[in-house]
């Protein structure tokens, strides 16, 4: 079964930096292109940032230059690393792995204050 579990959210002033974390299990993390979406309150949820399983990074044009997104494969785990934080970013944050299939993770909040 197929386990993805964020962690590292939480409240930010603009300007500072947080790191989400998600653990995958079930098998999935080496055959998956993982990646982040967000969602914002009264808004659709959007793409962030991809890496597929040989490292290939892509972004939503909103987080270039301030977000990097990486993985771990030994320890099954990817990460993103946000920095100069907006009040736009607030959103909850979903970890997902692409198989064809799209596996989600519970989200985790992310509030950047102003």
């Known amino acids: 079964q197929v386990q993805l579990v964020e962690s590292g959210g939480g409240l930010v002033q603009a300007g500072g930096s947080l790191r989400l974390s998600c653990a995958a299990s079930g098998g999935i993390f080496s055959i998956a292109t993982m990646g982040w979406y967000r969602q914002a309150p009264g808004k659709q949820r959007e793409l962030v940032a991809t890496?597929?399983?040989?490292?290939?990074?892509n972004y939503a044009d909103s987080v270039k230059g301030r977000f990097t997104i990486s993985r771990d494969n030994a320890k099954n785990t990817v990460y993103l690393q946000m920095n100069s934080l907006k009040p736009e970013d607030t959103a909850v944050y979903y970890c997902v792995a692409n198989r064809g299939v799209f596996f989600w993770g519970q989200g985790t909040q992310v509030t950047v204050s102003s």
């Open positions: 890496i597929t399983i040989g490292g290939n990074t």
